[in-house]
């Protein structure tokens, strides 16, 4: 099956910095990918969807400023959390989709966020 | 708003039993549904994609039934082994949500050998 790369798996960093987070497809090219966050023991609520070459739709209540999304190539989308603040502390994980015809969705294993 | 709901939370059965996650949803009209597997601090598994269109899928020891007018599903899992302890999430693709999945909160399953 196809495989989505998701790094890095674990980061801890101080408030006020920036923290980047790569999601890959591996043997696919991946029109459409979506960035998720999930608390401890709670489903997974998506932040935002982003196609490769356009600018990202973020859900209500997400700030763009905060979570920057690029998804420059057909392979690789980023997420970058600004200035992080200790609620921003949580699991993120990246899921792709290629094409529009192909309807799973292949997600990275996570990575989790720590903000001390 | 699509809503999706899993019962039972969590479920602990012993090595072997046969058994049933439920999930269900509150608007019918989806494209799919999709049934994952979560292992703590992991990313998400596909094991089950339902079109709306059809009334269940099989993998190996798993069924995933679909009925659509009631808005509910089932993952029926075969001769439960301890490595299938894990969370499972039901995810449902709406007409009127896009390319948006809408997950259910899980149901944590622990086989005891």
Known sequence: GAVVSQHPSRVICKSGTSVKIECRSLDFQATT?????????????????????????YEQGVEKDKFLINHASLTLSTLTVTSAHPEDSSFYICSAREGQLHEKLFFGSGTQLSVL | KQEVTQIPAALSV???????????????AIYNLQWFRQDPGKGLTSLLLIQSSQREQTSGRLNAS?????????LYIAASQPGDSATYLCA??????????????????????
């Open chain 2, 92 to 113: 449902v693709r709406s007409e009127t949500s896009g390319s948006r999945l809408t997950f259910g909160e899980g149901t944590q399953l622990t086989v005891n050998p």
């Open chain 2, 14 to 28: 012993p090595e072997g039993e046969n058994l049933v996650l439920n999930c269900s949803f509150t608007d019918s």
């Open chain 1, 33 to 57: 990918m979506f960035w998720y966050r999930q608390f401890p023991k709670q489903s997974l609520m998506l932040m935002a969807t982003s196609n490769e070459g356009s600018k990202a739709t």
């Open chain 2, 66 to 74: 679909l009925d659509k007018s009631s808005g509910r599903s089932t």
